[in-house]
């Protein structure tokens, strides 16, 4: 299983397909997803084309301009996307766009990230997969996913959890780990 977290960046998790925690980190956020030599350059790590840019609150912030919202200069991306959040629910076909435009760039990264990992399963949260939003990142990846990489749907299968588990999963999730014994 793959877990990708879009949050404030990109977190990842990875565990292996006999159930294991691989003994590498699986930093996700830094990967290429996108090889333009004009891709945005990620402020942390100076690398260009990276998950972070193209799968968070980033990925939101960078793309309403393009889809024609005005966003105060100094509004903060949380609030952006809070913003794109409440314009998808009140249906204004602008927050689709940028949710369809987050959903091409998982499909094809979807695609690249299982030359890498040997995944059945890619569970998909965090707080830019919240509200309708979500469920059309995840239609546009598969449809990506069907139309170009007709082989991935029959081997992996996108899941979400409910919308607090969204938000709040990997929170949970490390909080639960168990304490590994001192050796």
Same mark, same amino acid.
Do not use: C
């Given at each position: 299983?793959?877990?990708?977290?879009?949050?404030?960046?990109?977190?990842?998790?990875?565990?292996?397909?006999?159930?294991?925690?691989?003994?590498?980190?699986?930093?996700?956020?830094?990967?290429?997803?996108?090889?333009?030599?004009?891709?945005?350059?990620?402020?942390?790590?100076?690398?260009?084309?990276?998950?972070?840019?193209?799968?968070?609150?980033?990925?939101?912030?960078?793309?309403?301009?393009?889809?024609?919202?005005?966003?105060?200069?100094?509004?903060?991306?949380?609030?952006?996307? %809070? @913003?794109?959040?409440? !314009?998808? /629910? &009140?249906?204004?076909?602008? $927050?689709?766009?940028?949710?369809?435009?987050?959903?091409?760039?998982?499909?094809?990264?979807?695609?690249?990230?299982?030359?890498?990992?040997?995944?059945?399963?890619?569970?998909?949260?965090?707080?830019?997969?919240?509200?309708?939003?979500?469920?059309?990142?995840?239609?546009?990846?598969?449809?990506?996913?069907?139309?170009?990489?007709?082989?991935?749907?029959?081997?992996?299968?996108?899941?979400?959890?409910?919308?607090?588990? %969204? @938000?709040?999963?990997? !929170?949970? /999730? &490390?909080?639960?780990?168990? $304490?590994?014994?001192?050796?």
């Amino acid at each position: 299983m793959l877990g990708l977290a879009l949050g404030t960046s990109t977190a990842g998790g990875y565990v292996t397909p006999d159930g294991h925690i691989t003994s590498w980190l699986n930093e996700l956020a830094f990967v290429p997803v996108d090889f333009n030599p004009a891709a945005p350059v990620d402020e942390w790590s100076q690398d260009a084309g990276t998950g972070a840019k193209y799968f968070s609150q980033q990925a939101v912030g960078r793309l309403t301009a393009v889809a024609g919202f005005e966003m105060p200069p100094n509004l903060g991306l949380p609030d952006v996307l %809070k @913003r794109v959040q409440d !314009a998808m /629910a &009140a249906g204004d076909y602008r $927050a689709r766009k940028i949710y369809e435009t987050i959903g091409a760039y998982l499909g094809y990264t979807i695609a690249h990230l299982a030359d890498f990992y040997e995944f059945r399963h890619l569970l998909i949260l965090g707080r830019v997969t919240s509200g309708a939003g979500g469920s059309v990142i995840l239609d546009v990846a598969q449809a990506v996913l069907v139309a170009e990489f007709p082989e991935l749907p029959r081997r992996i299968a996108l899941h979400t959890p409910d919308e607090k588990e %969204k @938000r709040h999963g990997q !929170a949970i /999730a &490390a909080a639960s780990l168990p $304490a590994l014994p001192s050796a």
